[in-house]
């Protein structure tokens, strides 16, 4: 059975940092592209950011262009999506997705089979 654990949301101050992990298991890791969305309270999902099955290839938002990092270790079984400069804006339930075929649109979460239950990112002062 395919599970999808996050972790390492908090509370934050802007400009201060997050590391958000999926740690992943039941499936080999190795098939599956990863992304990382969020939702923020009265809006709809959204797509952060992309990796490919061998982290060759990866995408990202533009409003977290150069602030987020998103990487991964096979081997662990984990995916990461460090976060910088945090702003407000990026207040919201973060969701790691799974993807056995690599999405055409990377940022479509219908093209993502399996999702970890959330971990919430609150950037505030």
């Known amino acids: 059975q395919v599970h999808l654990v996050e972790s390492g949301g908090g509370l934050v101050q802007p400009g201060g940092s997050l590391r958000l992990s999926c740690s992943t298991s039941g499936f080999t890791l190795d098939y599956y592209a990863i992304g990382w969305f969020r939702q923020a309270p009265g809006k709809e999902r959204e797509g952060v950011s992309y990796?490919?099955?061998?982290?060759?290839?990866?995408a990202y938002a533009d409003s977290v262009k150069g602030r987020f990092t998103i990487s991964r270790d096979n081997a662990k079984s984990t995916v990461w999506l460090q976060m910088n400069s945090l702003k407000p804006e990026d207040t919201a339930v973060y969701y790691c997705?799974?993807?056995?075929?690599?999405?055409?649109?990377?940022?479509?979460?219908?093209?993502?089979?399996?999702w970890g239950q959330g971990t919430q990112v609150t950037v505030s002062s």
């Open positions: 997705a799974g993807a056995f075929f690599s999405p055409s649109t990377w940022n479509n979460e219908y093209e993502y089979d399996s």
């Open positions: 990796i490919s099955s061998s982290g060759g290839s990866t």
